[in-house]
């Protein structure tokens, strides 16, 4: 079944970690943002879990970098630095942290009328992506509707979702856009214990369509 987006006046993308706000909805930024619809960004926890055990970018290095590519990617799409918020949690332990993170999603939300919100799925397989769903079921606000985003696994279709079919061009970009997510991608070379996502899970990430269940309200 097909997602109707429609007309929202804004849209929040609230990510567990910095890259799933591409890889869950990078297409539904860019369309909305093209229509002139406001996006922000929440990236709830600061991604530190990645590669714990490498010399060369240790915690600080590591998140910086990885805020700085969230930035670079939403930029290009037309959502502007200050409109991408960090709350720096930490990544791996956002159930412990859900007042802030709460808290964090309530006032990026604001109230500024009809907001459409995409967050990852109550149903995804990373804890963090779990705590942000539930994080986000708290928020009330009148006409809120609340989209869900599978990522782990990757590839996984939750029953019930509705599609956004991506046009060649769009899957080209989002291609492009989730490989520049480069610490994530084999950047990082020293922890063998470090994530690296394939090129069977990118191919995945841009696949022909991005998939949203869509709790309604
Ligand atoms: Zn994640």
């Given at each position: ?8 006046r804004r849209l929040i ?170 610490t994530q991608a084999g950047r990082i070379t ?28």
């Amino acid at each position: 079944m097909r997602l109707r987006v429609g007309m929202p006046r804004r849209l929040i993308v609230v990510a567990p970690h910095p890259d799933d706000e591409t890889i869950g909805a990078y297409a539904l930024m860019c369309r909305l943002r093209r229509r002139g619809v406001a996006v922000k960004v929440v990236v709830l926890t600061d991604g530190a879990a990645s590669h714990p055990n490498s010399l060369r970018w240790p915690r600080r290095r590591l998140t910086a970098e990885r805020r700085r590519e969230s930035r670079r990617v939403l930029r290009q799409i037309g959502v502007a630095a200050n409109d991408v918020t960090f709350l720096n949690l930490p990544d791996g332990c956002l159930h412990r942290h859900t007042v802030p993170a709460r808290r964090g999603l309530a006032r990026a939300l604001g109230h500024g009328g009809p907001a459409l919100v995409a967050v990852s799925a109550a149903s995804d397989a990373h804890p963090d992506h779990r705590s942000a769903a539930i994080c986000a079921s708290t928020l009330r606000r009148p006409g809120l509707r609340v989209l869900a985003y599978p990522v782990w696994p990757a590839g996984s279709r939750p029953a019930g979702a509705r599609a956004l079919l991506l046009t060649a061009q769009e899957r080209l970009a989002k291609r492009h856009a989730v490989r520049r997510y480069r610490t994530q991608a084999g950047r990082i070379t020293d922890d063998p214990q470090g994530f690296v996502m394939t090129p069977a899970q990118i191919a995945t990430f841009t696949r022909p369509c991005e998939l949203f269940l869509d709790g309604r309200r």
